[in-house]
């Protein structure tokens, strides 16, 4: 097991940037894939990204391809979201994960962060 902690999100104006972070606790955190997923209002919770155990393969959504950048220090026990050029559509609730693997499907991971909220207004 592995417990998650998100940074918080915030308001941007479109066009601007966001950097997430989730801090894991646990000597285990390496071992681990993880993923950043969003649940807007009314929505079901989607993939964005995800990034292997030693950072060497990251997996996007087309939606967020060449604007997002996920990246992780398993030294420091985190997985960060580099949120850039955003837009009004990427307004939802982020969630960071945990799995075996870098699965696109939220129900392959076991542990979750609380969420932070990410607006972005037009």
């Known amino acids: 097991q592995v417990q998650l902690v998100e940074s918080r999100g915030g308001l941007v104006q479109a066009g601007g940037s966001l950097r997430l972070s989730c801090a894991a606790s646990?000597?285990?955190?390496?071992?681990?894939?993880m993923g950043w997923f969003r649940q807007a209002p009314g929505k079901e919770r989607e993939f964005v990204a995800a990034?292997?155990?030693?950072?060497?393969?990251?997996y996007y959504a087309d939606s967020v391809k060449g604007r997002f950048t996920i990246s992780r220090d398993n030294a420091k026990n985190t997985v960060s979201l580099q949120m850039n050029s955003l837009k009004p559509e990427d307004t939802a609730v982020y969630y960071c994960?945990?799995?075996?693997?870098?699965?696109?499907?939220?129900?392959?991971?076991?542990?979750w962060g609380q969420g932070t909220q990410v607006t972005v207004s037009s």
């Open positions: 990034i292997s155990w030693s950072g060497g393969n990251t």
């Open positions: 994960a945990a799995s075996r693997g870098p699965f696109r499907v939220p129900r392959f991971y076991d542990n």
């Open positions: 646990g000597r285990t955190f390496s071992s681990y894939a």
